[in-house]
């Protein structure tokens, strides 16, 4: 009986120590959360800019095959509509070749709004002034562009036109010319 009584407090002993300090519940910790990527404000294409071009022209047809490159200043307006943005741009270039002196373009503009991205048709006039025989004349033009918002004050882009001459200046002589620029621009 000594023994079991021995036994008996031995157990009761250690099962009170086991519970000294009561039961405590465990801690669980809340899982750690991953950054969330902030997604850019919905910008905004309208409005005007002006800025300036450079670029390099290719002509051939009837006159004598012609490369060259072009610099000048741009200025337009752009209207966003939520996914479409028209618009219309004027410029002027300089350009350095043998048988183009300048060119000045009016052209509307139709594009797709893709954030800070725009890309872009234009149809419009251009007007061609030729060191052959002095000669000038007002030519269809047709394009493809792209520009990129830099922030809410600068975009950058390219652009490629497509210049088709048909009887230039009442000459008979036809020739199609080719330039591809890029340009800066700020916003206002």
Wanted: proline share 2%; net charge negative; hydrophobic share 40%.
């Amino acid at each position: 009986m000594k023994q079991l009584f021995l036994a008996s407090s031995a157990a009761l002993m250690t099962a009170g120590t086991a519970y000294a300090g009561g039961y405590t519940t465990p801690t669980v910790e809340a899982p750690a959360m991953a950054p969330v990527a902030v997604a850019p404000a919905n910008l905004d294409w309208t409005g005007f800019y002006a800025g300036a071009q450079l670029g390099y022209g290719n002509t051939e047809g009837d006159f004598s095959d012609d490369r060259g490159g072009y610099g000048g200043v741009h200025a337009g307006y752009l209207h966003d509509m939520g996914t479409y943005v028209l618009g219309g741009e004027v410029d002027y270039s300089a350009v350095d070749s043998d048988q183009v002196k300048s060119m000045a373009h009016i052209k509307g503009i139709a594009g797709i709004d893709r954030g800070q991205w725009l890309y872009y048709g234009t149809l419009g006039a251009g007007y061609i002034d030729s060191d052959i025989n002095d000669a000038s004349d007002t030519v269809l033009t047709v394009g493809a562009g792209v520009d990129y918002m830099l922030d809410d004050k600068w975009m950058v882009g390219g652009e490629v036109l497509y210049h088709d001459t048909d009887d230039f200046d009442n000459t008979g002589r036809d020739f199609d010319m080719t330039t591809v620029g890029v340009k800066a621009s700020m916003r206002f």
